[in-house]
């Protein structure tokens, strides 16, 4: 309750503020994007988001929450590609934001508002959420990936996929789960598998949450074609990501 009332007053005052991790290509380095994630400071003490967005769910306020976070994330990337390059930023998108009827709209409304080039955009969805009511969620999806927003499945490997679904579901993504990452070079099973079937697929794989250089060596020689991680950089703020942009072009 405590939180629930922070949140409220937190979204009236606007209090959230976007960090950004940094993706790079495994081979060459090369910075691809960022990944947005939300940061809050209650009373000056920061919140994770593992313990607000949970709230926010149950309330609806990440509805709200949400259309901030897409807000944000569009202005800076738009901004950060006009004066410096295109740079592609992802935006997590939780359960209830997706079942919203208007999140499309939203979506689409957001990049209206900013100019945005739609392939700047991705949408980091998990496997459970996307998978739980596949022909649910199919509309929305294919309406924004048909208008060149990028979609993502996060968290793969987690949940249940049906390989048929995950042919016919409009996704461009797929991000290999950080505890399977973390399984690195020993037990490289359920990684090797998730790349073969990205190839297979034609899917762009991103490996998250590496964090040695022995996992960076085994996922570049596997053929994994992005890497996120404590290794590559911690999630940085608004200026110092632009920092990173600028010495990237
Ligand atoms: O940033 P951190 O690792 O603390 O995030 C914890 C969890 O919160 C992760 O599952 C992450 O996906 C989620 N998260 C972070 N930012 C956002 C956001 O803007 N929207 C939603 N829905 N989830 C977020
Ligand atoms: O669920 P999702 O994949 O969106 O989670 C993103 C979360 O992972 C963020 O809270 C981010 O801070 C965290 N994260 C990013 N890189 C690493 C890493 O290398 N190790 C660990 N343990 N967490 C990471
Ligand atoms: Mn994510
Ligand atoms: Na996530």
Redesign the pocket.
């Known amino acids: 309750l405590r939180l629930e009332g922070g949140l409220r007053d937190a979204l009236a005052s606007r209090s959230f503020e976007?960090?950004y991790q940094p993706k790079i290509q495994a081979a060459g380095g090369r910075l691809t994007g960022f990944e947005?994630?939300?940061?809050w400071r209650h009373d000056g003490v920061p919140v994770?988001?593992?313990d607000f967005?949970p709230v926010a769910e149950d309330t609806g306020m990440?509805v709200e929450?949400?259309r901030w976070?897409l807000d944000e994330a569009c202005r800076t990337a738009t901004r950060w590609s006009l004066d410096h390059g295109p740079v592609r930023v992802a935006?997590?998108?939780?359960a209830r934001?997706l079942a919203d009827p208007g999140f499309a709209d939203l979506v689409e409304q957001v990049l209206r508002r900013h100019a945005t080039p739609p392939d700047l955009l991705e949408l980091?969805i998990t496997e459970t959420v996307i998978m739980k009511d596949v022909e649910h969620h199919l509309p929305a999806l294919s309406r924004l990936r048909d208008r060149g927003v990028r979609i993502a499945i996060?968290d793969f490997g987690t949940g249940y996929s049906s390989l048929a679904y995950l042919r016919r579901l409009p996704v461009d993504v797929l991000k290999i789960d950080r505890s399977f990452v973390n399984d690195l070079p020993h037990a490289p099973d359920i990684a090797s598998t998730v790349i073969a079937l990205a190839q297979r697929l034609l899917l762009t794989t991103v490996a998250e949450g590496v964090e040695t250089d022995e996992q960076r060596r085994w996922l570049a020689e596997a053929g994994c074609d992005c890497l996120q991680g404590y290794l590559i950089s911690r999630?940085l703020s608004a200026d110092a990501a632009e920092a990173l942009v600028m010495t990237a072009f």
């Open positions: 976007l960090v947005a994630l939300i940061r994770s988001p593992a967005i990440i929450i949400g976070v935006v997590n998108v939780s934001q980091e996060d999630p």
